[in-house]
């Protein structure tokens, strides 16, 4: 199924109570690393936590969260805000276990998006998390916590599936 981009739009503003999810699958420790300092190069740190209940905020702050991939399993929350992006605020979710592959998912809601939105606009502001992925497939998607990773079927709520060629 394919969607035109004012369908694209429609979804990813569509203020339907859920939020909306890029996810990435099966990335390296350094990729949800550099993940991160992309969020904080865009944004203001708020709050983080780790699967102990840990607040890490500071080690997020000072660049130090290397110390939290030897956790095994563990899994980082965080919490960021700019007033002045194009999506106000952002979470991230990383999850792993032994197979130190990490399920990263990030996370904003369609009333935190800035009125001068266009899909051109957002493609251009989500590049460099892509880019820091390190990863060739990412889905946009409505909230769905039953969702699994590449399900593209009709009930699935992916909004759309990108698709990235690094050769």
């Not at 099966?26 to 780790?50: G, W």
């Not at 369609?110 to 820091?132: G, Q």
Request: negative net charge; charged residues 25%; hydrophobic residues 40%.
């Amino acid at each position: 199924m394919i969607k035109d981009i004012a369908q694209i739009e429609k979804e990813l503003l569509d203020r339907d109570g859920s939020f909306r999810d890029i996810n990435f699958e099966n990335i390296a420790f350094e990729s949800a690393i550099a993940l991160i300092d992309c969020l904080v190069k865009i944004y203001m740190p708020r709050s983080a936590t780790n699967s102990k209940g840990d607040d890490i905020l500071n080690l997020i702050v000072n660049g130090n969260i290397e110390s939290q991939f030897e956790i095994q399993p563990n899994y980082i929350h965080a919490t960021f805000g700019n007033d002045n992006v194009l999506i106000r605020y952002m979470q991230i979710f990383l999850d792993w276990d032994q197979t130190q592959k990490v399920s990263a998912e990030l996370t904003f809601s369609p009333e935190d998006i800035d009125e001068n939105f266009s899909f051109s606009l957002f493609e251009e502001f989500i590049a460099p998390f892509i880019a820091a992925s390190g990863t060739t497939h990412y889905y946009v998607r409505y909230e769905n916590a039953g969702w699994e990773f590449g399900d593209l079927s009709k009930h699935a709520g992916v909004i759309y599936h990108g698709k990235i060629d690094f050769r």
